[in-house]
T-cell receptor, first 112, second 113 residues
Framework: RKEVEQDPGPFNVPEGATVAFNCTYSNSASQSFFWYRQDCRKEPKLLMSVYSSGNEDGRFTAQLNRASQYISLLIRDSKLSDSATYLCVVNVLGTSYGKLTFGQGTILTVHP | EAQVTQNPRYLITVTGKKLTVTCSQNMNHEYMSWYRQDPGLGLRQIYYSMNVEVTDKGDVPEGYKVSRKEKRNFPLILESPSPNQTSLYFC????????????FGPGTRLLVL
């Protein structure tokens, strides 16, 4: 089983739609969780961290479910500019000097 | 401007010819790392460094070397490149720890013939 797994998609949605991505992780000791965004094979950029209580940033909401070992990203009112690959990232070892493990990424295409 | 730079951005080479990809950050970050990105496999960590002279293996270190002699630089060395090292490489840095925001360089596309 992969340490971090995402549905690769692609997700094709119209503008204004709500779309949700899930990501599962295998190591229950994982402590830090993130969503990164990557445009067209450019460098990844942090979209948001994921906190235990869940967090929201504008149209984006991230949730963490430790019991089921998954995190989610919800995008409301999708814009054309949201088209990108969304990467689930986990600090699998749960240590400050550990490493980050990236999921394969979920491709989102928002069309007019 | 705060940034991570990589050079070269594109490189075509032949099997066995040693090469170095440079990475430099101007943010005084302690943590730096190298990733490779391949279709279907996502980003995989090659090496990371917690600070000067402190480096450790990531998930796919075979065939690569790194050094961290200065805080700002973290070069990736391929002593004898092979075609299976053809990939897109990213350098990243963060202030202190792996849980902090990672700032990525623009990437280096490497083709080994």
């Amino acid at each position: 089983r992969k340490e971090v797994e995402q549905d690769p998609g692609p997700f094709n949605v119209p503008e204004g739609a709500t779309v949700a991505f899930n990501c599962t992780y295998s190591n229950s000791a994982s402590q830090s969780f993130f969503w990164y965004r990557q445009d067209c094979r450019k460098e990844p950029k942090l979209l948001m961290s994921v906190y235990s209580s869940g967090n929201e940033d504008g149209r984006f909401t991230a949730q963490l479910n430790r019991a089921s070992q998954y995190i989610s990203l919800l995008i409301r009112d999708s814009k054309l500019s949201d088209s990108a690959t969304y990467l689930c990232v986990v600090n699998v070892l749960g240590t400050s000097y550990g490493k980050l493990t990236f999921g394969q990424g979920t491709i989102l295409t928002v069309h007019p | 401007e705060a940034q991570v730079t990589q050079n070269p951005r594109y490189l075509i080479t032949v099997t066995g010819k040693k090469l170095t990809v440079t990475c430099s950050q101007n943010m005084n970050h302690e943590y730096m790392s190298w990733y490779r990105q391949d279709p279907g496999l996502g980003l995989r960590q090659i090496y990371y460094s917690m600070n000067v002279e402190v480096t450790d293996k990531g998930d796919v270190p075979e065939g690569y070397k790194v050094s961290r002699k200065e805080k700002r630089n973290f070069p990736l060395i391929l002593e004898s490149p092979s075609p299976n090292q053809t990939s897109l490489y990213f350098c990243a840095s963060s202030l202190n720890r792996v849980e902090e925001t990672q700032y990525f360089g623009p990437g280096t596309r490497l083709l080994v013939l």
